[in-house]
């Protein structure tokens, strides 16, 4: 019932596969990113439409451009957007830890979009395939992005307590697991994959936002369960 499975992706840098790499301290494409994988367990065509750093709205405009040349229908849709768009500008924190700040994407604006994106999907003929956030490391992230002489103090001041920086970008993974629901689409839980370990940082790369190797052989390893689930029909 497989055979025919054609799955564009489109996505940030954890599904086009970045990892950090510790020496050079400088962001690398892995050899065996999670589509690739997939792609060779499955022996299915897996065309990967992901950027680094791209949020929902940058999203949003690559899926209808990729529509509107044709380049997407019949066939499968996976959508991997939200760390970027829970991000906010460290540095602006760190200079005025007293001000408010939005992040990148308001949550409000980021389930509009990502509903709009759905639709777009779903209008083609095509079947989108809706996926969670690993989760961070919010310690490992804190010392990333203060690295290189932002205030650390100021951000925690900011932020109330570290562990924010972990559930805000919860609250988007769960956004994301409820419109999944709501618009009744075809739902991978790679969370799920991470927080049943009970060390899931050591699979996160010292900057605590990216799958290291192991990490992403666990993101391969949600893909493939899901493709092989009896409860899905791909």
Not at 218 to 231: G, H, V
């Amino acid at each position: 019932m497989y055979d025919s499975l054609n799955l564009e992706i489109f996505g940030d840098s954890i599904m086009k596969g970045v990892l950090l790499d510790d020496n050079t301290q400088r962001y690398v494409l892995s050899s065996s990113a999670p589509s690739t994988e997939f792609a060779k367990e499955m022996n299915i065509d897996v065309n990967n439409r992901s950027v680094f750093g791209c949020t929902v709205a940058k999203g949003s405009k690559l899926v209808n451009s990729a529509i509107e040349k044709g380049k997407v229908g019949e066939g499968y849709v996976l959508i991997e957007y939200g760390g970027n768009d829970c991000n906010f500008s460290w540095k602006d924190i760190s200079e005025n830890p007293e001000l408010h700040h939005d992040p990148v994407t308001p949550l409000k604006i980021f389930e509009k979009t990502y509903l709009d994106i759905i639709e777009a999907v779903k209008n083609v003929g095509a079947t989108p395939i809706i996926m969670s956030l690993p989760p961070i490391d919010a310690q490992k992230y804190l010392n990333w992005i203060t690295k290189d002489g932002l205030s650390a103090a100021n951000i925690l001041k900011w932020l109330g307590d570290v562990q924010m920086i972990y559930r805000f970008q919860e609250l988007y993974s769960n956004a994301i697991s409820k419109i999944a629901y709501k618009t009744n689409s075809l739902f991978i839980d790679v969370r799920s994959y991470f927080l049943d370990k009970h060390n899931y940082a050591d699979l996160l790369c010292t900057d605590g936002i990216h799958p290291n190797s192991e990490g992403q052989k666990l993101i391969t390893k949600a893909m493939t369960d899901f493709y092989r689930s009896p409860s899905y029909s791909l």
